[in-house]
């Protein structure tokens, strides 16, 4: 993908691995003061989601400045009680325990930080589902990022006196083909 393409382009990478939603912060007490940190678990996750993607995007990907939309499939193993003829079912039911889908994604955003994007207030548009892999797939995290500078030349433009942009909020952007 050339981020500094005209139109919208899509970088899509895999991340194997259970899915990890990310937690809370954590606190611990020095002296008077409290200071917050990660949790090991998350550090890992995040870290393992900037490898799989610099591994992916290679050396010459440079930040994105413009308005992304991200796209999260995150697959689970299916249960070990069901029978094997059952579990070849569930790949069309959702994943509807922990970790919540909206944990899924901070922590996908935050290990993106810095990496695929200058920031995570760059991101719109998210849609994430969580469901179970088949028997020849691997658990883990799909990730497409889709990059969108006309928006930002379009927010440009529809910018007023005071530079407020004016947005409809109707509906999410169609997906580019």
């Known amino acids: 993908m050339n981020p ?26 020095i002296g008077k003061f409290s200071r917050a940190y990660k949790d090991k678990n ?8 900037a490898f799989w993607f610099r591994k992916a995007a290679g050396a010459d990907w440079k930040l994105l400045e413009c308005p992304v939309m991200l796209e999260i499939d995150a697959l689970f193993l299916p249960p070990k009680r069901l ?7 569930c790949q069309w039911f959702p994943h509807v325990s922990r ?13 993106l930080n810095g990496v695929a994007w200058r ?11 969580k469901g179970y892999c088949t028997g020849d797939e691997t658990p883990g995290l799909k990730i497409e990022i889709i990059q ?6 379009q927010k440009q433009a529809r910018a007023g006196k005071h530079g407020a942009a004016s947005f409809s909020r109707s509906a999410p952007p169609p997906k580019p083909s």
């Open 4 to 29: 500094n393409g005209e139109g919208e382009s899509a970088f899509k990478f895999f991340v194997p691995g259970i899915p990890h939603g990310q937690g809370r912060p954590r606190f611990t007490r």
């Open 42 to 49: 998350d550090v890992e996750s995040e870290g393992q989601i």
């Open 83 to 89: 029978e094997k003829r059952a579990r070849t079912l």
């Open 99 to 111: 970790p919540d889908a909206s944990n899924i994604v901070k922590g996908v955003e935050d290990a």
């Open 119 to 129: 920031d995570d207030a760059q991101v719109f548009y998210v849609r994430c589902t």
């Open 148 to 153: 969108c500078p006309r928006l930002a030349v």
